[in-house]
């Protein structure tokens, strides 16, 4: 065993403590961030546990998130606001149900093409406000909710979006930040 002074062990301990206390801190942020988005990809059964309903709701769970992040936790707000964005818009063109099955209220965040598309993930063309259900089938039903973008807007309008969704988005952080106060202002006026 190593010989260690007092004064080392003390630093140790401090910095375990450290580590913790930000451990702790992150867990939280992701929490609300979670909550603020409302939107599971995992479990549509366990979406009373996913946070508020209605964007209104969403958007001061969103407003109470106070903390500095870096790119990664931009990407991340950028999500949850154009999550909340996107319900509120739906909401104004479509009412309170989710326009995709009519049967449930507006729960979350529906995106046509996969967010790993970078280059469509923030894109209102993508998007609409839907319920959890239509949300987690569209994982294993995709086809459906095409047929349902082509009817609604038409088969130009998806092959364009398909297309977009096929170049390669780089966003340089400075591009992200811009976006996000876009969106920030919109939901917030
Ligand atoms: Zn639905």
């Known amino acids: 065993m190593p010989f260690i002074t007092k004064s080392e062990f003390k630093a140790m301990k401090d910095k375990i403590v450290q580590k913790k206390a930000k451990r702790l801190e992150n867990a939280e ?3 609300q961030v979670k909550y603020a988005v409302g939107n599971s990809h995992q479990d549509a059964s366990k979406s009373s546990a ?3 309903r209605s964007p209104e709701k969403a958007k001061n769970a969103y407003l109470s998130i106070k903390r500095r992040i ?6 991340k707000k950028l999500d949850v606001l154009f999550s909340i964005w996107i319900r509120m818009k ?3 063109e479509y009412g309170p149900m989710c326009p995709l099955c009519g049967k449930r209220p507006l729960q979350c965040c529906f995106h046509f093409i996969t967010r790993s598309k970078h280059s469509v993930r923030w894109d209102e063309a993508n998007a609409i406000g839907s319920c959890h259900s239509c949300n987690f089938e569209n994982e294993f039903n995709q086809a459906k909710f095409i047929n349902w973008y082509q009817k609604r807007f038409g088969l130009a309008a998806w092959d364009d979006l398909f297309f977009k969704s096929n170049q390669i988005a780089k966003f340089s952080t400075a591009v992200l930040q811009e976006k996000y106060k876009e969106l920030k202002t919109l939901v917030e006026r």
């Open 29 to 31: 942020f992701q929490r």
């Open 50 to 52: 996913n946070g508020p």
């Open 70 to 75: 870096g790119r990664k936790g931009l990407i």
């Open 90 to 92: 739906t909401k104004k």
